[in-house]
């Protein structure tokens, strides 16, 4: 028996180094994947995709010089680290104080801790109230400090703003108000947005973009073929005085 008993213990010294390093195997963190996107459309129709392109567009044109201020469209959005079911995709989103560059995702644990402040939705026929009340539970949780919505059907806009008590409170009127963080101006045309940019311009679509520098292009050219016709007929006056015998300096 004592014999049997001491090549128990030897065998269990062999295999002790065996089991302590599937411990630590199990103890490991699993990889965690954090999908880039659900396979659902940005959009739903070319008037929400127009919006939607047309604020990302003017808030990352506004803020182009600032390399400290991050602005994205339809990008997930994941606050907690290790869990992948908790997240959303703003329409559009801006980030403060996390730098320019491209992305899979936000993965809030590596942009140091800062949550999206500003994030517009852009409603479509779909949209459900439930919806609605769901994500900005989402964005006062998480901290986002202003939240907009706009239908492009209805021209109704909404507003909520992160209040003293910690909470997303709506905007009494939207017609005419200024974001605290972006400095823009919100109103609406008709069923039509309007947004102002702090130095007075207006988001643009990338069309109207393209017909201005078009329209400014033209302006240009002929304002150029205005004063190369003057250099010619400065010329023609000097040559024809030239033969007359009058000096021209």
């Known amino acids: 028996m004592s014999q049997m008993t001491a090549q128990q213990s030897s065998t269990a010294v062999q295999v002790e180094p065996e089991t302590e390093h599937e411990t630590q195997t199990a103890q490991a963190k699993p990889k965690i994947d954090y999908p880039s996107t659900d396979g659902e459309p940005m959009a739903q129709n070319t008037r929400q995709y127009r919006w939607i392109v047309t604020i990302q567009g003017g808030l990352a044109a506004m803020f182009r010089n600032r390399p400290d201020v991050f602005v994205a469209g339809d990008l997930f959005w994941y606050p907690i680290e290790g869990d992948n ?147 010619q007929r400065a010329e023609q006056l000097a040559q024809k005085l030239g033969e007359l015998g009058v000096e021209v300096e």
């Open 85 to 231: 079911k908790t997240r959303v995709a703003p329409d559009v989103m801006v980030a403060f104080g996390r730098p320019k560059g491209d992305r899979d995702s936000y993965k809030q644990w590596e942009e140091g801790g800062v949550a999206p402040q500003v994030v517009f939705e852009v409603a479509s026929p779909s949209n459900t109230p439930s919806e609605w009340i769901s994500k900005t539970l989402f964005y006062e949780r998480f901290g986002v400090q202003e939240f907009y919505i706009y239908d492009p059907d209805s021209g109704e806009l909404q507003g909520y703003v992160r209040g003293e008590d910690g909470h997303l409170r709506p905007v009494e009127s939207m017609r005419g108000w200024v974001s605290p963080l972006l400095g823009v101006r919100f109103d609406v045309e008709g069923l039509e947005l309007v947004l102002t940019a702090p130095d007075g311009k207006r988001f643009r679509s990338y069309e109207e973009v393209v017909a201005a520098f078009e329209e400014a292009e033209r302006l240009l050219e002929q304002e150029r073929q205005r004063a190369e016709a003057e250099r």
